[in-house]
């Protein structure tokens, strides 16, 4: 990454909070910088597993899939009745600071979620969690 690039999404991205702007764009543009293919920006209510999101490179249905029911099996989303009240902190990770990648790709998120859209790393931006909701 260099420093002309670092700059021009630091701009795209205060200018979509200054004006509400092209979040896909934004998103698009952090993938692009992280060397990812793909992004998505939810917004996901852990009481009822519902949400939406911004997404960059991604298809619409997948995202749907998600909010139906492959948020029940996300190793990143902690459901229980505790985790629920609770804060979730600030953080950056990955699936391999997580589980081992053999565990990993062992669960059904990965093989019947991730992999059929050709995602096999995730990182995980948490940016805020505010009562119910998780915004990743």
């Given at each position: 990454?260099?420093?002309?690039?670092?700059?021009?999404?630091?701009?795209?991205?205060?200018?979509?909070?200054?004006?509400?702007?092209?979040?896909?764009?934004?998103?698009?543009?952090?993938?692009?910088?992280v060397?990812?293919?793909?992004?998505?920006?939810?917004?996901?209510?852990?009481?009822?597993?519902?949400g939406?999101?911004?997404?960059?490179?991604?298809?619409?249905?997948?995202?749907?899939?998600?909010?139906?029911?492959y948020?029940?099996?996300?190793?990143?989303?902690?459901?229980?009745?505790?985790?629920?009240?609770?804060?979730?902190?600030?953080?950056?990770?990955?699936?391999?600071?997580?589980?081992?990648?053999?565990?990993?790709?062992?669960?059904?998120?990965?093989?019947?979620?991730?992999?059929?859209?050709?995602?096999?790393?995730?990182?995980?931006?948490?940016?805020?969690?505010?009562?119910?909701?998780?915004?990743r």
């Amino acid at each position: 990454m260099n420093e002309g690039n670092y700059a021009g999404f630091l701009d795209r991205l205060y200018g979509s909070v200054i004006e509400r702007g092209d979040w896909e764009g934004v998103i698009t543009r952090f993938a692009d910088l992280v060397g990812g293919a793909r992004a998505w920006l939810p917004s996901l209510d852990l009481s009822s597993g519902g949400g939406q999101g911004v997404i960059a490179r991604i298809d619409p249905e997948a995202q749907d899939a998600y909010f139906q029911y492959y948020y029940s099996t996300n190793p990143f989303v902690r459901l229980g009745p505790s985790e629920r009240a609770a804060s979730w902190p600030l953080c950056v990770t990955t699936d391999e600071d997580r589980f081992l990648k053999e565990d990993f790709v062992g669960t059904e998120y990965y093989n019947d979620f991730l992999k059929p859209q050709n995602i096999h790393s995730v990182l995980v931006v948490r940016l805020a969690g505010t009562g119910s909701c998780n915004r990743r």
